[in-house]
């Protein structure tokens, strides 16, 4: 019989430095997608309560590293870290996505430019400030984009797209990199 070995999605491709860019791997923990079944005011003061975040306005992320919740598209968000209180299920949708998405870092000082190169959104700093969240493509995947510090980007794209990931944003650091 064969016996499977857990993998996270970019197992064996990073990390990563080129030039002044670290491309690296992030083990979120759990991931939650939640869509409230009506008011967000109202399931947005229970995951206060059991959470100790906001829910997020649209293109925002609320929480800190550890426990976040990113903005996911109109009516939803994703909790990522803790375990989602049960008093959640009552008033909304709750459905783990854990082994759903390839989660990656891209961080240094030329990491706005590596993306400018692959992303359809301004990310600099004076359009997309920290804690500010995307949904977008990079290159021909779907995406989230969170700006998680100075020159410092979550990227999630699906896990069967990790691999696509990585060699996209190498390719982009090495572009990037020549230019110095």
């Known amino acids: 019989m064969v016996e499977l070995q857990e993998m996270s999605p970019c197992a064996g491709l990073l ?11 992030v083990a979120p923990g759990r991931m939650t997608s939640l869509s409230p079944f009506g008011d967000a005011s109202e399931f947005g003061a229970v995951l206060k309560a059991a959470h100790g ?5 649209p293109g925002r992320s609320t929480g800190k590293e550890g426990a976040r919740c990113i903005w996911f598209g ?16 009552k008033l909304a949708a709750v ?3 854990s082994d759903a998405w390839a989660v990656v870092t891209l961080e240094g000082a030329g990491a706005v430019d590596v993306l400018a190169r692959l992303v359809p959104v301004d990310l600099r700093d004076t359009a997309f400030k920290r804690g500010a969240t995307v949904r977008t493509q990079v290159m021909h995947m779907s995406a989230s984009i969170t700006k998680a510090g100075t020159e410092q980007f979550r990227i999630m794209v699906f896990r069967s797209m990790a691999g696509t990931l990585v060699h996209d944003l190498k390719q982009a650091m090495a ?3 020549s230019r110095e």
């Not at 975040?53 to 306005?57: F, K, L, N, V």
């Not at 109109?74 to 299920?89: F, I, W």
């Open 15 to 25: 990390p990563v430095t080129i030039g002044t860019v670290t491309l690296k791997e």
């Open 53 to 57: 975040m906001d829910w997020p306005a």
């Open 74 to 89: 109109r009516g939803e968000a994703l909790l990522v870290g803790p375990d989602p209180d049960g008093k959640l299920d």
């Open 95 to 97: 459905v783990d996505q």
């Open 175 to 177: 572009a990037v990199a």
